[in-house]
T-cell receptor, first 114, second 114 residues
Framework: NAGVTQTPKFQVLKTGQSMTLQCAQD?????MSWYRQDPGMGLRLIHYSVGAGITDQGEVPNGYNVSRSTTEDFPLRLLSAAPSQTSVYFC????WGQGSSPLHFGNGTRLTVT | GQQVMQIPQYQHVQEGEDFTTYCNSSTTLSNIQWYKQRPGGHPVFLIQLVKSGEVKKQKRLTFQFGEAKKNSSLHITATQTTDVGTYFCAGALEIKAAGNKLTFGGGTRVLVKP
């Protein structure tokens, strides 16, 4: 049982480049989400999904897009990278929605935008 | 909007000593979750508290949910080097017809002096 798998682990982008962070879970969780973690600011919700075909914005959605075509996958797209998006990104899933059951986190992607 | 504050931001503890970290919400919560993140790792779920005044123990860790369901604490006794990491609380606010909204505190980073 792999849990939540994120790729890549590290990424360096130049300003203006685009990329997709991948997230997959094998626990049949309906709820999936993306967080960014910056020093001293805890975890901030970017986007989330309560099931295939359904996505919604979190606290800091600007500059990011998501889609949920299957229950297992929830990719995060950076359309035009900016230095302010330098952060550690975590994908998380849970059986029920936010705060209703424990979140299972992936190992994270450390992104640097120069 | 909902705010969840954690104090202290940093905690230096002598090995063998006890310490407490606190989590305070600006609004009444439906439940609160606690996570631990080891250095370089990802957040791992520890516990969820739901009832007013609830107290739960996990070995040397004692979690408490306030009577008003607006604050929580984590008390660790006889600190060990394995307790090093950042402890996050996450407060769930029930939003009618929209499920819960989960907000993370900024975390308490614990350093243990051997």
């Amino acid at each position: 049982n792999a849990g939540v798998t994120q790729t890549p682990k590290f990424q360096v982008l130049k300003t203006g480049q685009s990329m997709t962070l991948q997230c997959a879970q094998d626990m049949n969780h309906e709820y999936m989400s993306w967080y960014r973690q910056d020093p001293g600011m805890g975890l901030r919700l970017i986007h989330y999904s309560v099931g295939a075909g359904i996505t919604d914005q979190g606290e800091v959605p600007n500059g990011y897009n998501v889609s949920r075509s299957t229950t297992e996958d929830f990719p995060l797209r950076l359309l035009s990278a900016a230095p302010s998006q330098t952060s550690v990104y975590f994908c998380a899933s849970s059986y029920w929605g936010q705060g209703s059951s424990p979140l299972h986190f992936g190992n994270g992607t450390r992104l640097t935008v120069t | 909007g909902q705010q969840v504050m954690q104090i202290p931001q940093y905690q230096h503890v002598q090995e063998g000593e006890d310490f407490t970290t606190y989590c305070n919400s600006s609004t009444t919560l439906s439940n609160i979750q606690w996570y631990k993140q080891r250095p370089g790792g990802h957040p791992v779920f520890l516990i969820q508290l739901v009832k007013s005044g609830e107290v739960k123990k996990q070995k040397r860790l004692t979690f408490q949910f306030g009577e008003a369901k607006k604050n929580s604490s984590l008390h660790i006794t006889a600190t060990q080097t394995t307790d090093v990491g950042t402890y996050f609380c996450a407060g769930a606010l029930e939003i009618k017809a929209a499920g819960n909204k989960l907000t993370f505190g900024g975390g308490t980073r614990v350093l243990v002096k051997p």
